[in-house]
């Protein structure tokens, strides 16, 4: 593809069929763009509403080159999509955002590192590969921490809490003994995530920080406004433009932030729309969905800016039965079409306008 926007009727190729995509193929078709999901499970959420669909696995060469050539640009919704498949796509169209995003945040090691490379304040960490690591890495660090997988973790998976007491070499044995970052535990007084994104121009435009709190290492809500300083809010921004532009990033970015004595500590990044970011939907002109498809695109950014305070409730495992009452309150509802509940299972999610900016 040329670096010139894509015009209506163009194809978007997205890896990824979850809930995510599905709202990503929504934003797009109302931009008149076509969307080509990739998913390897049956019946996934955004075949519903995507004008093609590709049901292949991952290490599928032939189908992955075909996807590739139907579509004009290729994005995705989940990060850990595997190198091969990027391979085989990259030499026919371009990913966005790029595989260096990618790299970076599929490991927790090279994340955090690349993060203290930008002068950024992460929570103290260190390597462990052996229970010899662990208890250096314990020594240095102190206790209470967190031991987590460096790959494939999600939604408190792949994590462990270590405390005083504790036996260490169990708790990485829980982990499967898989290569592993000890991470010093944060005291922080709120967590936040800012949703930025970055067009092909380099341009940057961040909404505003959202205020989350999670049970079960599942988000269970975000509000706008976050209680933050105008000082925090300035930095919570300027710290996701420059992970963006260190990145040379196009599309949107989910930046998760803890709120400490000591300042604003990173957690991690997702290259990606973020469950965090879902408030957008109702709380500005342009949410995070079109402001993803428009960057993609190589269209200009659209104005994010907030018109309400809004509070975003994720609807987990059975909780989507609340539907029944909650459709008959003053709420925006978004389901994700999942036939099957699994405890949790991100089911859908309401967004409630509890006024105007403020
Ligand atoms: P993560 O998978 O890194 O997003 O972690 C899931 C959740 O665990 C975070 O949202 C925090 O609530 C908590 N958590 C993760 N890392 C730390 C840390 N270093 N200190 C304190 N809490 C943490």
């Known amino acids: 593809m040329s670096e010139a926007p894509l015009e209506p009727g163009q194809w978007i190729g997205i890896l990824g069929g979850g809930q995510l995509g599905r709202m990503l193929a929504v934003a797009a078709s109302r931009l008149g763009l076509n969307v080509h999901i990739y998913e390897p499970g049956a019946n996934c959420p955004a075949s519903d509403v995507a004008a093609r669909t590709t049901t292949a696995p991952y290490d599928d060469g032939a189908a992955l080159e075909a996807f590739a050539r139907s579509v004009d640009v290729v994005t ?3 990060e850990n999509v595997p190198a091969d498949a990027l391979d085989a796509i990259e030499a026919i169209r371009p990913i966005r955002p790029g ?13 955090k590192t690349f993060l203290q490379e930008l002068g950024l304040a992460t929570a103290p960490f260190a390597a462990v590969d052996s229970d010899a690591d662990l ?3 314990i020594a240095r660090i102190g206790l209470p921490a967190i031991l987590k997988t460096r790959t494939l973790g999600y939604d408190g998976k792949g994590q462990v809490r270590l405390s005083t007491g504790d036996d260490a ?10 290569p592993a970052i000890l991470e010093g535990f944060v005291e922080f007084s709120a967590e936040v995530s800012v949703i ?3 067009a092909t121009d380099g341009a940057v435009a961040c909404f505003d920080p959202g205020e989350n709190v999670h049970r079960d290492g599942i988000l269970a809500t975000t509000t706008v406004p976050a209680r933050l300083s105008t000082a925090q809010r300035t930095d919570a921004i300027l710290l996701a433009a420059r992970i963006m532009t260190a990145l040379d990033y196009v599309g949107v970015i989910g930046v998760e932030l803890f709120v400490s004595p000591k300042g604003l500590i ?17 709380g500005c002109l342009i ?13 200009p950014l659209g104005d994010g800016s907030r018109h309400s305070n809004v509070v975003m409730e994720n609807l987990i495992g059975d909780e989507v039965t609340r539907i029944r009452t909650l459709r008959a309150e003053p709420v925006s509802i978004h389901l994700y079409g999942k036939a099957q509940v699994k405890p949790g299972r991100k089911m859908g999610h309401v967004n409630r306008i509890t006024g105007p900016a403020g």
């Open 76 to 78: 995705y919704e989940f």
């Open 99 to 111: 595989r260096r995003a990618l790299a970076t945040s599929q490991d927790r090691l090279t994340e």
């Open 135 to 137: 208890e250096e890495a």
């Open 169 to 178: 070499a169990t708790a990485r044995a829980g982990l499967g003994g898989a």
């Open 196 to 198: 930025g994104a970055r």
């Open 266 to 282: 990173v957690n991690e990044f997702a290259p990606r729309v973020h469950n965090s970011g879902h408030w957008t939907q109702d």
């Open 287 to 299: 949410d995070q969905f079109e402001q993803h498809i428009r960057a993609v695109a190589g269209w």
